[in-house]
């Protein structure tokens, strides 16, 4: 398992963060506290990663619109969310946004839909997207003695609860969601 991991686990957390992260740049912080990843790499791979897929869902939505609306229409309660984020905290949304479930990806579309510039945009998500990465990456670096304790001498036993928990949580959220 520990070569499988020090061999694609830098794929697949860049993988995992494209869309998000943060769930993959905690088990990659417990698993740099193992000794089986590098924290350094990990918070650069993540980072990198989130960065690039939110310029994504931006640009995505700046140039083609029908499509970002059509992939939006399903959303109406996390836009409207969105809008009212965009309208409190204005460019600081893109520095909120990269911790709040649910509206993660939502607001880089619902931005790049609006005439915010591009260039403001990317320049807040280069340092909202490094800011995120050091705080998770480093406090999940630091949680993993932790972590690893509860699992004792079964570390991946213990990423795979702690995976589990965040799991069912992200079910629930999106169960009262729908509702």
Known sequence: ????IKDWGYLALFAYSFGGGFVGLIIAGVLSFAGDLNIY???AVAATSN???DQ???FLARKNKSYAKDMM???????ALAHLMMRRYGSFVVFVQKYVYGIKTLIPLAMGLTKYSSIKFTIF???????????????SYAAGEYIL???DDFKYVGIGIVLVIVIGVSYIFKRIDKK
Do not use: H, Q
Request: net charge positive.
């Open 1 to 4: 398992m520990e070569e499988l």
């Open 41 to 43: 790499i990990s918070i």
């Open 51 to 53: 960065f690039l897929g």
């Open 56 to 58: 994504f869902l931006f």
């Open 73 to 79: 229409k399903n959303y109406g309660r996390k836009i």
């Open 125 to 139: 998500n280069i340092i909202a997207t490094i800011i995120w990465a050091c705080i998770v990456g480093y406090g």
């Open 149 to 151: 304790a509860i699992a």
